[in-house]
């Protein structure tokens, strides 16, 4: 049977949040976009092609191109993308597919994406540095 859970985030611009799923090893074909992602339309498909759960969402992450058990999406609740994400997916060996790890993923490469954003709108020419330990350091210089 299906479950999902939905995660309240800080993710207010699907462009940065696209970019922090390809960042985390998704593919532009496993990522579906709404037309207009403020008016979520894409329909969650369950586990073993039992159809479409009743949760809409502006981005998905369909299960049947990651080998996932059950799809993953983004919706917009107005003033941010909450996430939707399957209590089954995330503990399965060899499945790609999208549990809270992955979600903690998004969110840095998130932060980090929307950092680079707003640092260009501003002017800034942005060098990413990745360090050992994991974090990520951002250079901004001035044009």
Known sequence: MSQYKTI???FKTAESLI???LDCGFTTEQIEVARDVKQPD?????????GFHS?????AIR???????EDTGFYWNGSAFGAI???HDGNHPGHR?????T?????????VNEAKRIAKIKGYSVQEQANPDGTVRLVCTHR
């Not at 949760?55 to 981005?59: G, T």
């Open 8 to 10: 309240e985030t800080s």
């Open 19 to 21: 970019k922090a799923l």
């Open 42 to 50: 894409l329909r969650l498909k369950a586990w073993g092609g039992a």
């Open 55 to 59: 949760q809409v969402c502006s981005i």
């Open 63 to 69: 299960r049947e191109k990651t080998g996932g058990y």
């Open 85 to 87: 994400i399957s209590t």
């Open 97 to 101: 597919d999208f549990g809270a790890g």
């Open 103 to 111: 979600l903690k993923q998004v969110q840095q490469r998130y932060a």
